[in-house]
């Protein structure tokens, strides 16, 4: 598996932005799609965004469209997710995942990081 760690995280006002970063170790990070998930306190993981191996395809969830951006960069072995006019419900523990395929479903992914809180107030 691939080591994640997860950064930039922590309490931004609603209407604020945050980007969040995903380290990977290891060489072979160009070779895995990327996705974003959350979770809060008492709900399902939840996907939030997706982007393959070259980065030129992004999938998002509905609830974060026009507001939330990943990205990566393989020669940093790094994702990102960029996140604008947040809002209170996207309160949550935020994890970055590696797996074979640009997918929404958890089970795809075989790499997770420990994540990092986000948390918005209004």
């Known amino acids: 598996q691939v080591q994640l760690v997860e950064s930039g995280?922590?309490?931004?006002?609603?209407?604020?932005?945050?980007?969040?970063?995903?380290?990977?170790?290891?060489?072979?990070?160009?070779?895995?799609?990327?996705?974003?998930?959350?979770?809060?306190?008492?709900?399902?993981?939840?996907?939030?965004a997706a982007i393959s191996w070259s980065g030129r395809m992004t999938y998002y969830a509905d609830s974060v469209k026009g507001r939330f951006t990943i990205s990566r960069d393989n020669a940093k072995n790094t994702v990102y997710l960029q996140m604008n006019s947040l809002k209170p419900e996207d309160t949550a523990v935020y994890y970055c995942a590696a797996g074979g395929a640009t997918v929404a479903v958890?089970?795809?992914y075989d790499s997770w990081g420990q994540g990092t809180q986000v948390t918005v107030s209004s």
Do not use: D, H, I
């Not at 995903?22 to 399902?44: I, L």
């Open 9 to 48: 995280g922590g309490l931004v006002q609603a209407g604020g932005s945050v980007r969040l970063s995903c380290a990977a170790s290891g060489r072979t990070f160009r070779n895995y799609a990327m996705g974003w998930f959350r979770q809060a306190p008492g709900k399902e993981r939840e996907f939030v």
């Open 106 to 108: 958890a089970t795809a």
